[in-house]
């Protein structure tokens, strides 16, 4: 290591008092964590003290004179966007070698679904209702980052979304509040390990706070304007799992939330956050945020602006410009207190003490003998991992008289601007990982088949015609093929006829469903779904695979296919993963997180939605009821929905009690038999509807689900628990508590067709007259 550690910031500081000048530890220094910081806050200047709030952005090769001076100026607490071993190391180096108090930078990248071996994208993992599988990539992806020298992760994203117009809902875990907030607290782990400060390590950064998930119309940056119920019932509690998992740090939103900006937000960052949530991490702003407070138009300017900004309580300015420019003068003038100055800076010197990087600020770049030669070496990548959690991500949406899986056999037409593309697969957020060692369908398919069926590929279409869009995109990068459609639907037809089974891989570019990709349409783009009729015209089998980051409404395409594979971007290995379901070497189980809508004109569409007084009951009058006239009311696929290649039954429910009492639990079971042919696994949801209280409850809520495996023919009878906290919710005083009285509970295999029993709970503390 370079010789430098958290002994040698002692003896710097004690030399600094001119009371030692060894290297070694001074004996009469404070070892432990708040002593240590005290000391070092002791010794900066307010200069160097607003250093350590601004985090730079550098994404080069060879970091920029400017910014390597900047930083040993001590002006730069630290940096995002840089990757690789050796320009974090020339980055460090500046930090711990010239500059005055040698305090370390952090680095951080946006790892979201992956850092070189690429994941499905975050609404493929919550696919999987598999913890242990979200966990693995999340474990695998702090191994690589931190191997990549990096400290922290911009991750997990926990945005709860109703809209799938928005492009980021691609980079959540879904609709569900109980699903996300289990998948925020296991990626919190996964990512921060052991420790945050273990080498392989990276401490999580959970975004963004709070509620961006719900700007209006789905356009992204948009406004936010919520009921208080609903933020705390619905939307807050994913944030407060990653905490409560020991997230390290936390960004906010780059919106609104109710008129107040997240960022300028006192109620969301003091109130909310450290006083009730007794959050102890560190707060970053979003990218420019500080700066954007003054085109909300609640900063007049960018010294008003970052005045806003650490007031409320942010304490790092992401690509900062005004906490450089204007602190020092607001500190002067006496508008930003030392005191404020210093608990900011006192958050980002715990962060950086957790993250171990006072001990070694080399721990994870590590020394240049150990670089590698290839930072891109196939072996740093873990594919087998890759491939495994990828299958379980993928959810049969349709399988008319067993369609799928394929026969390895004959001859297969792969058509689709999808099929063939190593690009998109990756999805947006892919962090380092490279199209050059992706799987795509074509190579899964022809590893899959080998030379037991003969496998014919043809474009058929680009994914839109419209050049234009994609100027207007942030990953904007697509592979147009200068043929007209007529030309490529022709080659395509002519495979298709010589096939006995056409596979047609559709979908969105990456750049599609990613920040600042917001569609008013969400139907499959360009000229991807004529091109499917034609198929459809030859008569032939027709497999749909769907390549997205977000619920398309694929009603018309749902009823030509004869089969419907939804496989998100589903990275690396996503070609071999759907390659082994399509030809039956892996039973699909994965079950949407997500509503997929008929058409936009339903959104927000979820299944926990409230009963309203005029529903639409299935038998009755359909006049003055809540509906569109001109629609089904049901979702195209509703929440936790997912076919398997078996058949599974689900008996009635048993409960061990109609009657629980405070402090009591009831047991819910329901035997599941596995009444196909195959092996498989499916997941198994309990709903808990309250029937009647003080305000409107949802017409059901996800409450817990078990992912099981059953043998063809094999029968397990599952139990699950409910107790008091269960029921519990927030009422209109923002208390959150259970109510007696009558519920209904539910267990599915998706969220619309439940097996249902009732139950009361009586509370013999409670006041009877709530
Ligand atoms: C995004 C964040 C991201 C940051 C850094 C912003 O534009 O909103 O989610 O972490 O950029 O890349």
């Not at 160097?48 to 994404?59: A, I, N, P, Y």
């Not at 609709?175 to 401490?203: H, N, W």
Request: charged content about 20%; proline content about 4%.
């Amino acid at each position: 290591m370079d010789g430098f550690n958290r002994s040698c910031v002692l003896a710097l500081l004690a030399s600094l008092h001119g009371t030692c000048v060894s290297a070694a530890p001074h004996p009469a220094l404070p070892v432990d964590k708040t002593a240590f910081i005290n000391q070092l806050l002791e010794q900066m200047t307010p200069e160097e003290k607003v250093g350590q709030l601004r985090q730079r952005f550098t994404s080069s090769e060879m970091p920029e004179p400017e910014v390597l001076q900047t930083i040993a100026a001590g002006n730069t607490g630290a940096m995002f966007g840089a990757a690789g071993r050796a320009v974090l190391r020339t980055l460090q180096d500046a930090a711990v070698k010239h500059s005055r108090l040698k305090i370390p930078l952090f680095f951080s990248y946006d790892v979201i679904h992956g850092h070189r071996t690429i994941f499905p994208i975050s609404l493929g993992l919550a696919s999987s209702w598999d913890m242990d599988a979200i966990a693995l990539s999340g474990r695998i992806a702090a191994k690589e980052a931190s191997s990549d020298g990096m400290d922290m992760t911009f991750a997990p994203m926990v945005d709860i979304s109703r809209d799938p117009r928005w492009g980021r809902i691609s980079e959540g875990f879904g609709e569900d509040t109980y699903l996300v907030s289990r998948i925020a607290g296991v990626m919190t782990k996964a990512f921060q390990g052991e420790s945050p400060s273990s080498p392989d390590s990276i401490m999580a950064c959970v975004k963004h706070f709070a509620l961006y998930g719900a700007v209006e119309g789905g356009r992204d940056y948009n406004s936010i304007d919520m009921s208080m119920v609903r933020m705390y019932q619905d939307y807050l509690p994913p944030y407060r799992a990653a905490i409560d998992a020991g997230a390290g740090s936390l960004m906010t939103a780059l919106t609104t939330l109710n008129g107040v900006p997240a960022t300028a937000n006192t109620w969301l960052l003091q109130d909310l956050l450290r006083r009730d949530w007794g959050f102890k991490g560190l707060t970053l702003s979003d990218h420019g945020a500080v700066a954007e407070l003054i085109e909300h138009g609640v900063a007049r300017d960018g010294q008003d602006a970052a005045r806003l900004a650490i007031r409320a309580g942010i304490n790092m300015s992401m690509s900062d410009t005004y906490y450089g420019q204007a602190l020092p003068g607001l500190l002067r003038s006496g508008e930003v207190s030392e005191q404020a100055l210093d608990n900011a800076v006192r958050h980002v010197l715990n962060a950086k003490y957790d993250m171990g990087l006072f001990d070694d600020p080399y721990r994870r770049i590590g020394m240049a003998s150990d670089d590698p030669t290839d930072a891109h070496a196939e072996s740093r990548l873990h594919r087998a991992q890759a491939r495994e959690v990828a299958r379980k991500t993928l959810v049969l949406l349709k399988n008319r008289d067993h369609t799928l899986p394929l026969k390895k056999q004959g001859t297969i037409a792969l058509i689709g601007p999808l099929a063939k593309n190593p690009v998109d697969i990756l999805g947006s957020w892919h962090a380092l990982g490279q199209a050059s060692q992706s799987v795509t369908v074509y190579d899964g398919l022809k590893n899959a088949l080998g030379n037991t069926a003969t496998l014919l590929y043809a474009k058929g279409a680009n994914i839109t015609e419209d050049k234009s869009s994609f100027d207007r995109l942030a990953d904007g990068k697509i592979d147009i093929d200068s043929r007209s459609f007529m030309q490529m639907r022709e080659e395509a037809l002519k495979i298709a006829w010589r096939s006995d089974v056409i596979v047609a891989v559709l979908g969105e570019s990456r750049g599609m469903s990613h920040e600042g990709a917001s569609r008013t349409n969400l139907n499959l783009p360009g000229r991807q779904s004529e091109l499917l009729s034609a198929l459809k015209a030859t008569g032939k089998p027709l497999v749909l695979v769907v390549m997205n980051g977000r619920p398309l409404t694929i009603g018309g395409e749902h009823d030509l296919a004869d089969a419907v594979l939804e496989t998100w971007f589903s990275g690396t290995e996503g070609g071999n993963a759907i390659a082994d379901v399509l030809v039956g070497d892996y039973n699909p189980s994965g079950k949407l997180p997500i509503t997929f809508p008929r058409s936009v004109g339903q959104i927000p569409t979820y299944y926990n939605h409230l009963n309203t007084g005029r529903p639409l009951t299935a038998g009755e009058s359909a006049l003055y009821k809540s509906q569109y006239f001109d629609l089904l009311d049901s979702p195209l696929y509703p929440f936790g929905y997912g076919l398997s290649y078996t058949d599974f039954s689900l008996s009635d429910i048993t409960l061990s009690t109609q009657r629980l009492m405070t402090d009591e639990s009831l047991d819910a079971s329901v035997t599941v038999k596995n009444t196909g042919a195959r092996d498989g696994e499916t997941v198994v949801q309990l709903y808990i509807q309250d029937i009647s209280a003080s305000i409107s409850r949802p017409v059901k809520e996800l409450k817990g689900f078990q992912k099981i495996m059953l043998k063809a023919g094999e029968e397990r009878t599952l139990h699950f628990t409910v107790n008091e906290q269960d029921l519990k919710f927030y009422n209109s005083s923002l208390e959150y508590a259970a109510e007696p009285g009558e519920f209904n509970l539910q267990i599915g295999l998706d969220s619309q067709n439940v097996k249902q029993q009732r139950f009361e709970w009586q509370c013999d503390l409670c006041d009877t007259a709530i």
